[in-house]
């Protein structure tokens, strides 16, 4: 049988990727005549900008509507399960913007009215051709600097408002090449032993948008710098419980807190920047009494909880109660090889190019990795699909077979032998 990948037809594409088509982008001094919004004449002069387009309601946005020029939350009284806000939640995830020139500074100007009882964010986020995104970043309180240059910015805008009259008209996004940032992602992606909770709330609807359903696989972070797009596994974790490991994407934001990533270092966390790298600020309160023994939010915390794991996931890694768990935030490590989409359930990660080898990880579902390295070894076949390639997966320290990344070709494009 000739070796081959798994055909594109049937590959699991989320809205986000189907809807490509750049938003209006002009550069610093348009060609004559370009509206604003509208595509210009490109140039590699920096600054670029471009106004982003909340016309566009796609299956990525969560409780918004675009009407009367402006968007605003549909209905007050929706809330993401895991974590109560108290107030209506929305949020729309704009087409991505292709750059002619690389960037790693954003900041946005927001054309909004917010009430004393709502807030608007503007979040950015990044990539190079073939890329992992980096982490969603606040772009509306001075300029965003995202780890790595980028050449693609997608844009995220969240509003929480408890009478509905928060409106936003527009948001301009300018982007330039500053200097690198002083720390970088390291080569290993951020481990961390926390307290894991059951999320449950079967029938609910995560931040992203995902209807929880029974035997669910997913986790809920309480920071959304790492909240995946509804379907896709851009942003997931290595979680290892009890009885095995299982990499869920990050669909829902919590327990308890809302921004609290504490697997970043402590001066580039958005809150909470005294507590150490892998503490979650939950555990701090519980344990110490940091913060009164209160959340961001002003509630007693009652766990030390800093992972929600979906029923699926929870009884999946072994645990039977709420529970310690050791998890790897797999987008943190080092993404200087390219990003593929995967398919399938419980997908193997071996120590070496051989299902005789150790088992290393384990993915559950559809989900993103990082590939550095290809390598020929065992000839398998799945699915009446036969192939000897090997993707290396830095993030896990093992390889999967080829025939459950996502593509046409069986021999990853772009990719150098190990």
């Not at 109560?84 to 900041?107: C, F, H, I, K, M």
């Not at 300018?174 to 290993?188: I, L, Y």
């Not at 270092?265 to 600020?281: C, I, N």
Request: glycine fraction near 10%; charged fraction near 20%.
């Amino acid at each position: 049988m000739k070796d081959r990948a798994r055909p594109a037809y049937r590959r699991r594409i989320t809205a986000a990727l189907a809807l490509l088509a750049c938003v209006g982008a002009a550069v610093a001094t348009p060609s004559a005549g370009a509206a604003d919004g509208q595509k210009s004449t490109r140039v590699e002069a920096l600054p670029i900008s471009w106004s982003a387009d909340l016309t566009r309601i796609t299956s990525d946005d969560v409780n918004v509507r675009y009407t009367k020029g402006a968007l605003s939350v549909r209905s007050t009284n929706f809330r993401p399960a895991s974590a109560q806000t108290g107030r209506g939640y929305g949020t729309q995830v704009t087409a991505p913007e292709e750059l002619d020139a690389p960037v790693n500074r954003v900041s946005a100007a927001l054309d909004a009215d917010t009430p004393s009882d709502a807030d608007v964010v503007v979040d950015v986020r990044g990539r190079s051709a073939g890329g992992a995104w980096t982490e969603w970043t606040p772009a509306d309180d001075g300029a965003a600097v995202l780890p790595r240059a980028v050449t693609t910015v997608q844009t995220r805008i969240t509003l929480r408002d408890a009478k509905g009259e928060a409106r936003v008209r527009g948001v301009r996004l300018t982007a330039e090449k500053g200097a690198a940032p002083r720390s970088q992602a390291g080569v290993t992606a951020v481990t961390a032993r926390v307290f894991a909770t059951r999320e449950g709330l079967v029938g609910g609807t995560t931040a992203n948008g995902h209807i929880i359903q029974p035997n669910d696989h997913f986790v809920a972070l309480p920071s959304r710098r790492g909240l995946s797009p509804n379907g896709s596994g851009q942003y997931s974790v290595q979680v290892c419980g009890p009885a095995r490991c299982e990499t869920a994407p990050v669909w829902d934001v919590g327990p308890w807190n809302t921004k609290d990533d504490y697997w970043n270092p402590s001066p580039t966390r958005e809150m909470f920047k005294d507590l150490a790298q892998g503490m979650p600020e939950a555990q701090a309160a519980y344990e110490t009494g940091y913060n009164g023994g209160r959340d961001g939010s002003g509630r007693t915390v009652l766990n030390p909880a800093g992972i929600d794991l979906a029923d699926g996931t929870f009884y999946n890694v072994g645990l039977n109660d709420n529970g310690w768990v050791t998890v790897t935030y797999l987008w943190t490590g080092d993404q200087s090889g390219k990003s593929f989409p995967t398919w399938g359930t419980d997908v193997r990660i071996r120590q070496q190019a051989t299902t005789a080898s150790p088992e290393v990880a384990r993915l559950a579902g559809p989900t993103t990795v990082n590939v550095t390295c290809q390598v020929h070894g065992q000839r398998i076949t799945v699915d009446g699909i036969t192939n000897d390639g090997w993707a290396y997966l830095p993030s896990f320290g093992g390889y999967v077979s080829n025939i459950f990344i996502d593509v046409v070709e069986s021999w990853l494009p772009g990719v150098p032998n190990c």
